[in-house]
């Protein structure tokens, strides 16, 4: 093969090695007119790229692109390199997105490069509208939504509800002495707790925790937390943290008055039965120490209600709940059974029920005040003692038995199989 055998078919190796790039590759002389065209050029102005060659600029874009183009190329003509963008409805009716480069040849004209990125641009497209509707999530969302830095210590983002619903800026958070201002010294310990959990949390596990928060203008709200992995360090470790918190003061508040229902007396706001027999199975079941329950039982009650109506009688139970509570120690439990029966859980033996009886008598001593009327009532009080392995049921039966022997006029037969039912449910 001869030199100019090689260079044809060096030539013609180039020219299809140039077809076959994806991008469209061109060159145009001094005179404007094409001297090379790859076969994607040419499929993108609607014609072959052979065709083209030797063809104007102009007959080839067309009067209205090559207008749009001549800076451009009176720039690359001029030696200075050429890049932008051009958006086009190529022959088959695609609008294309492209990325246009013009490089000045030493030798005259320039070489045309067009990247294709309608792809990328489609994808990044719909990843704007994807974070669009994100953002609109987060900025309309009343949770609150932050990024932390746990090796920073550092609040790093938060959503539009830290200002809104809190008070609080993102800035202003960064500061430890803040950020402690807007979690009550008492529940620290809980959100720190999940701090350290999340550390060792997997990847999209979520730590769980309820705390109260205090906004910037000093209102108390509960929330929800959940706090999941966001970054991890390249030894796997947990640097950063996403939290959700949700404002549930709400579902807090109707917690509270189902377990006050389910657990306090509806007249006299006392404990009821539920929770009296749970303290008490609870406080006997302990290893150590002494408990006492003092049964607490009306005297002659029936004949305030027959005599004064239920409403006077519901006033007097109201009052004597109110006398047995500023009595007893901040540790002990008054409840009420039902009826005129009330009791009292307290921690100790003989010596503290005893001085809790004589407060109670003293205090049950005064008349009791209701309008026009001034009613004296009176209680007959029994005591149990119990131990350690002693059970409820046996505290009860004596501390009944024991209060129906102080009943005025408890016919003794009464009496004595009262005790015999207390002696079975010892059994």
């Known amino acids: 093969m001869d030199d100019y055998e090689a260079l044809v078919a060096e ?22 007119r094409c001297d090379l065209a790859n076969t994607a050029y040419g499929m993108l102005l609607g014609g072959d790229a052979a065709a083209m060659r030797g063809r104007h600029i102009s007959e080839v874009l067309g009067a209205e692109l090559y207008a749009s183009n001549f800076p451009m190329v009176r720039g690359a003509l001029d030696g200075i390199p050429q890049h932008f963008d051009r958006t086009l409805v190529d022959a088959g009716g695609v609008t294309r997105h492209l990325q246009v480069d013009y490089q000045p040849d030493i030798a005259g004209g320039f070489f045309v490069q067009v990247a294709d990125v309608s792809e990328r641009m489609a994808a990044q497209q719909r990843l704007g509208e994807v974070l669009e509707f994100q953002n609109a999530v987060l900025e309309t969302t009343p949770d609150l939504i932050t990024v932390f830095d746990l090796d920073e210590e550092k609040l790093l983002w938060a959503s539009k509800s830290l200002s809104e619903t809190y008070g609080y800026s993102v800035e202003g958070l960064s500061d430890p002495a803040e950020r402690d201002r807007a979690v009550p010294s008492e529940d620290r310990g809980i959100y720190r707790a999940a701090q350290e959990r999340v550390r060792l949390a997997l990847d999209h596990e979520v730590v769980h925790c309820r705390h109260r928060m205090v906004t910037a203008d000093g209102r108390s709200l509960w929330v929800e937390r959940g706090l999941t992995p966001f970054k991890r360090n390249v030894e796997g470790r947990v640097t950063q943290y996403l939290s959700v918190s949700r404002d549930i003061t709400g579902l807090v508040h109707a917690e509270r008055q ?14 009821n039965r539920r929770q009296f027999i749970s303290a008490l199975e609870e406080a006997v079941g302990r290893e150590s120490g002494e408990v006492a329950l003092v049964y607490c039982d009306l005297d002659d009650f029936k004949s305030i209600n027959d005599r004064h109506g239920h409403a006077v009688g519901d006033t007097v139970l109201c009052l004597v709940a109110e006398r047995l509570s500023a009595v007893v120690r901040p540790s002990d439990l008054v409840a009420r059974l039902g009826g ?24 049950m001593r005064p ?18 003692i119990g131990v350690p392995g002693a059970s409820a049921e046996d505290l009860f039966a004596r501390a009944d038995a024991d209060m129906y022997r102080m009943k005025p006029g ?5 009496l004595r199989a009262r005790v015999r039912r207390a002696a079975v449910g010892r059994r």
């Open 340 to 363: 005129d029966e009330f009791v009292i859980l307290i921690t100790g033996g003989i010596p503290e029920a005893s001085a809790l009886v004589e407060r109670i008598t003293e205090r």
């Open 410 to 414: 408890t016919p003794r037969r009464a």
């Open 258 to 271: 189902l377990d006050r229902a389910a657990n306090h007396d509806d007249l006299t706001g006392l404990a």
């Open 367 to 384: 008349v009791f005040p209701i309008g026009d009327l001034s009613l004296a009532v009176r209680a007959s009080i029994g005591v149990a």
């Open 11 to 32: 030539r013609d190796l180039l020219r299809t090695a140039i077809d076959r790039i994806p991008a469209l590759i061109g060159h145009w002389n001094n005179d404007l």
